[in-house]
């Protein structure tokens, strides 16, 4: 019988028994039903109401199954679509199922097949409905210009970015690879005035010493062997906008003093040109080096480390941000899961908690390609331990050492570290409860306070 909550189908068939068989079936289990006669009387219905699923055949005069489901895509159609197939017809369901449509079953069939497959599709259904207001409230809550985390000091860092984007002085992105160091220049352009005008990123590491010259400053026709015609430099395709520099640290000496009077004097000269040209240009820089270790040793010039460095902002690698994990797992598994149709795939308990224990060498892009291949692998709707790359699936025993740096002897900085470590692990595992956090770690609540004060951990 139908109810309000009753979900709508469409039933597409040729053959009118087994349409008003269909019919009675399916209302007997719940479902309010619609019947059409072919193809094109299904997507006209389709184009004029809104359906839950729709159950198709395969064989039908004019529009067959395979032709439907490619109009009913292309249309729009967001119904969750399910192919019938008779006896030799089991590759086109097949072929259906690439091009978008959910499942088939094959002819003859039973009440609880039907049943079996629909409510498969509604679980789907509604882990993808979950998936979208999760992600929303993470948008809402956790996002900034991409950038996913709750994590007090990246909010901290969020504030900031704010404050100076619209400002045209030069900010150093400080972090290991992989922290987000060029999501952050982004956020500093487009949240900025320069908006609308051009951002430009390279990698200072990637690019030979005797081509960055010419690459960053651009050069005129006949400058040296190969230049058969005048051509711009990034700053010149920056002006009005925003040059990221990447791994600034990598630079080499003859062109530090170059890009120094560039900053200063706020105008470029070609390769092989005669005279300067006004450019304007906010200059972003990033470095995963210890930049004043490198002005020491005499590696980076200080004038222009200091010129750099009038606004820093330092990314916390991830290991000391665990809280953003899940968030981080959510928002690759939504992504991935559509990419590749396999929307709705959550991640089980243990399965999150080898992603908690791993370190993250690599930071959120290895996270990120962890997740792109978990969900390539991945069978069914959970993200299971199968699904991970055996490093991650290793016992996590003699990990937590890892978090204090070879070059520390001193024990009060490497009891500081392991307790951050430890917070934070029963933290994400108790999904922020202190009580309980505090409970897992062996202390009083108040110590956990004033503990949670002290290394300022949100």
């Keep these: 019988m139908k109810t309000p909550e009753s979900k709508r189908i469409l039933v597409v068939d040729d053959e009118e028994n087994l349409r008003h068989m269909l019919k009675v079936m399916l209302q007997k289990i719940g479902y309010a039903v619609e019947l059409a006669t072919d193809g094109a009387d299904a997507l006209d219905k389709l184009s004029h109401d809104r359906f839950d699923f729709v159950l198709c055949d395969i064989r039908m005069p004019g529009i067959d199954g395979t032709e439907f489901i490619r109009l009913a895509v292309e249309s729009g159609v967001t119904a969750t679509i399910i192919m019938m197939s008779a006896y030799g017809t089991v590759d086109s369901a097949i072929d259906c199922m690439k091009r978008g449509a959910y499942d088939y079953i094959s002819k003859p069939f039973k009440s609880d097949e039907i049943a079996l497959v629909l409510k498969k599709a509604e679980e789907r259904e509604r882990l993808k409905l979950e998936n979208r207001q999760l992600q929303e409230v993470v948008n809402r809550e956790f996002c900034f210009s991409g950038i996913i985390s709750k994590n007090q000091q990246m909010l901290e860092i969020f504030s900031l970015v704010k404050k100076v984007c619209d400002f045209k002085t030069t900010v150093l992105v400080l972090g290991e690879s992989g922290t987000g160091k060029e999501l952050i220049a982004k956020a500093l352009h487009f949240n900025s005035v320069r908006r609308k005008g051009p951002f430009i990123a390279v990698n200072c590491g990637a690019i030979p010493e005797n081509l960055l010259e010419s690459e ?43 890009l120094l009077r560039v900053l200063q004097e706020e105008e470029i000269r070609r390769v092989g040109a005669s005279s300067a040209k006004k450019v304007d240009v906010r200059v972003v820089s990033a470095t995963s080096r210890d930049l004043e270790a490198d002005v020491i040793k005499g590696r980076f010039r200080e004038d222009l480390y200091f010129r750099l460095n ?19 797992v959510d928002h690759f598994l939504n992504r991935y899961g559509d990419k590749f149709g396999k929307s709705g795939i959550r991640c089980s308990q243990s399965t999150m908690q080898l992603l908690l224990d791993y370190q993250w060498p690599g930071n959120v892009r290895e996270l990120e390609n962890t997740i792109e291949r978990a969900v390539v692998v991945c069978d069914g709707s959970t993200l299971g331990p199968e699904c991970l790359p055996e490093k991650l699936r290793r016992t996590s025993g003699g990990k937590l050492p890892e978090i204090i740096p070879p070059d520390c002897i001193s024990l009060k900085r490497a009891e500081e570290l392991l307790e951050r470590a430890f917070i934070r692990k ?7 409860n202190r009580s309980q ?11 956990l306070l004033y503990k949670l004060k002290e290394y300022k951990i949100d």
Aim: net charge negative; glycine share 10%.
């Design 426 to 432: 029963a933290l994400a595992a108790t999904g922020g």
């Design 216 to 258: 960053l400053f651009g050069h005129v026709k006949g400058a040296f062997t190969d230049a058969s015609c005048d051509k711009p430099g990034l700053f010149e395709r920056a002006d009005g906008g925003t040059l990221f520099l990447d791994e600034i640290g990598e630079m080499p000496l003859s062109l530090q003093v170059k």
């Design 310 to 328: 009038v606004f820093s902002l330092t990314l916390s690698p991830l290991r000391e941000r665990t809280e953003d994990i899940p968030l981080l």
């Design 437 to 447: 956090a505090a409970r897992i770690l062996e202390i009083s609540h108040r110590s």
